[in-house]
C-alpha cells in the first residue's frame, strides 16, 4: 500500500493529522464499549476512503474481540442483521458526522454563487447519474438516492434543472 500523503513532513497533512487524532481521542474517551468505539472508526475510515485506517482499525477491532462476520458487514450495517439497536445509532451518527463536504464555487452556480444544499462527493455521481439518465451504481442500498445531485446548483452545458 503506497501513501498519497506523507502525514508527518507535509505541513497541511500535520495540520489535518492533529484534528484526526482529536476526533480519535474524543471517541476513544466516549463511554462507548471498546468495540463500539472500533465498528465507528472503522466506518469513518471507510468512507472517508483511507486504506491505512480501514487496515488499522480493523485491525483493532479484531482485537476489541470484534468477529469476521460482523467486521465484513460494517460497509453495508444498514442490510446487516448482526448489530445492536445501540451499535446502529453509533454507527448511523459516525454516517452524518464523517462524509466529507463538497464546497462549490463557481461562476456557473445559481444563486448569486452561493449554496448551502448539503452536497457531498457522492453527490457527483449522483449528477452524472441524473444528467445522462444513468441507472444508479448504488442501487442495492439506496446511497445515491439519498444525497443531493448538483443539477439544481450548476447552469453548465446543459447540467442543470432549475
Keep these: 500500500m503506497d501513501a498519497r500523503l506523507n502525514l508527518f513532513t507535509n505541513p497541511t ?12 481521542k ?8 471498546n468495540s463500539t468505539r472500533e465498528l465507528v472508526a472503522l466506518r469513518a475510515s471507510q468512507i472517508n476512503g483511507c486504506a491505512f485506517c480501514t487496515d488499522m482499525h480493523t485491525k483493532d477491532a479484531t482485537l476489541a474481540g470484534e468477529t469476521a462476520t460482523r467486521l465484513h458487514m460494517v460497509a453495508v450495517w444498514r442490510e446487516a442483521t ?6 446502529r445509532a ?4 459516525t454516517e452524518h458526522g464523517t462524509r466529507i463536504p463538497a464546497l462549490l464555487i463557481s461562476r456557473s452556480l445559481r444563486r448569486s454563487g452561493v ?9 457527483i455521481v ?6 445522462y439518465g444513468l441507472a444508479p451504481l448504488d442501487t442495492r442500498f439506496g446511497r445515491d438516492a439519498r444525497v443531493n445531485d448538483l443539477g439544481p446548483a450548476l447552469h453548465v452545458g446543459g447540467i442543470g434543472h432549475g
Design 115 to 123: 449554496d448551502h444544499t448539503p452536497y457531498d462527493t457522492t453527490s
Design 90 to 93: 453509533a454507527l448511523e451518527l
Design 13 to 24: 497533512a500535520s495540520k489535518i493529522l492533529k484534528y484526526v487524532s482529536g476526533a480519535g
Design 82 to 87: 448482526v448489530f445492536t439497536e445501540a451499535e
Design 26 to 33: 474524543a471517541l476513544r474517551d466516549s463511554p462507548l464499549p
Design 126 to 131: 449522483r449528477t452524472i447519474e441524473q444528467q
